[in-house]
T-cell receptor, first 111, second 116 residues
């Protein structure tokens, strides 16, 4: 069946360094992927998305890479800041109606 | 422009009671989604509704759970005869149309349900 998972449950990064959060998916059907950020006590917040016919997409300080050959998705955050500390989820859209979320990676920024 | 509003933020119920969770979508949004999140886990889809219609309830437990999105008023997720396993954070999300790359889901802050 469809699934989305993450390689590491936690990640600690020095402030100012770049962060890379990874995600793997198991189905070859092409749809779209989204990265969400969830801070404690809050709902997920959209960061960036990418369609399956793309390899890379950039936003402000963030880049998403999609490797369809190995079914791998990554989120790169440049020059991490304390405010980047949160749990990051990748999610996959199946059709246009609902998202399937991974289990999340907790990113901790070390001052 | 207020975001997705959920209330209450915290809800405590005893086993066997009913829980009613409310969600007001963003202004102009006619599509509502409910997700459940257990501690240290990702969100799990429950149900997708449009005004007065349930579009997809494939993630809803067959018993005790129901959802509605009336023509007027908020969307309601109702859990009857709650059990401890229902304890979780319940998130509502809304979108202006069918979710695609450019139609992003906007999430509320969630309702934390605790069943004693």
């Amino acid at each position: 069946g469809e699934s989305v998972g993450l390689h590491l449950p936690t990640l600690s990064v020095q402030e100012g360094d770049n962060s890379i959060i990874n995600c793997a998916y198991s189905n070859s059907a092409s749809d779209y992927f989204i990265w969400y950020k969830q801070e404690s006590g809050k709902g997920p917040q959209f960061i960036i998305d990418i369609r399956s016919n793309m390899d890379k997409r950039q936003g402000q300080r963030v880049t998403v890479l999609l490797n369809k050959t190995v079914k791998h998705l990554s989120l790169q955050i440049a020059a991490t800041q304390p405010g980047d500390s949160a749990v990051y989820f990748c999610a996959r859209g199946f059709g246009n109606e609902k998202l399937t979320f991974g289990t999340g990676t907790r990113l901790t920024i070390i001052p | 422009n207020a975001g997705v509003m959920q209330n209450p933020r915290h809800l405590v119920r005893r086993r066997g009671q009913e829980a009613r969770l409310r969600c007001s979508p963003m202004k102009g949004h006619s599509h509502v989604y409910w997700y459940r999140q257990l501690p240290e886990e990702g969100l799990k889809f429950m149900v997708y509704l449009q005004k007065e219609n349930i579009i997809d309830e494939s993630g809803m437990p067959k018993e005790r759970f129901s959802a509605e999105f009336p023509k007027e008023g908020p969307s309601i997720l109702r859990i009857q005869q709650v059990v401890r396993g229902d304890s979780a954070a319940y998130f509502c999300a809304s979108s202006p149309g069918v979710v695609a790359t450019n139609e992003k889901l906007f999430f509320g802050s969630g309702t934390q349900l605790s069943v004693l």
